[in-house]
């Protein structure tokens, strides 16, 4: 449930911000307590409104200036780019003759403001949820990516450790022969010293 507050006349603080006109809050709990409760406020300061350059590109601007100011140029404007604007003020000056029907008049000016202004928070939050949709994805994506990373750089170490066994299996059985070849030539200095006895003897 939106409380939207009007201000004709705003203090300080809201001209300490300069542009904007439209601030919105809801309730925290001084204890941390984290609960997305559905009461938010929305304060509008029609005097900074009125101080800004605007076009009107959307709805709620036009009704914003039709809330704040009655000055011909502004109606024209508002008509303008808003035809549907002509038959309230047309309902407004018949209501200068009956006054007791105005207040009727800006309750439905404030109930449609009130449904344009729910509208435009719907859409700014829709925004907001795909723009963390999407940067959960990158996230995703760059996580995948240094998965991948990982898993290529596990692979190389993998072929590294099998090289690194190769040689060492290599090393030993060239070992081997080595020792074989040592046992070898022991065996043949062997059978030259038998022959050598066997010639003296003769």
Partial sequence: MYTIV???NSGAEFHKIPGQYIHRSSQVFDT???LNLLQKYIFVALDVFREITYNLGEEIEAWLLFLSSDRPEDIMRIIERY???REIYEEMAQFQVKPEELVGMYSKALEILD?????????EQKQEIEGQKQEIEEQKQEIEGQ???IEKRKQEIEGQKQEIEAQKQEIKE???E???RKQEIEEQKQEIERLKKLLEQR
Wanted: overall charge negative; charged content about 35%; proline content about 4%.
């Fill in 178 to 180: 080595i020792e074989e």
């Fill in 147 to 149: 998965k991948q990373e």
């Fill in 6 to 8: 009007l201000i004709e």
């Fill in 32 to 34: 941390g307590l984290e």
């Fill in 115 to 123: 449904r344009n202004t729910v509208q435009y928070m719907i859409e």
């Fill in 83 to 85: 035809p549907d604007f």
């Fill in 174 to 176: 060239q070992k081997q």
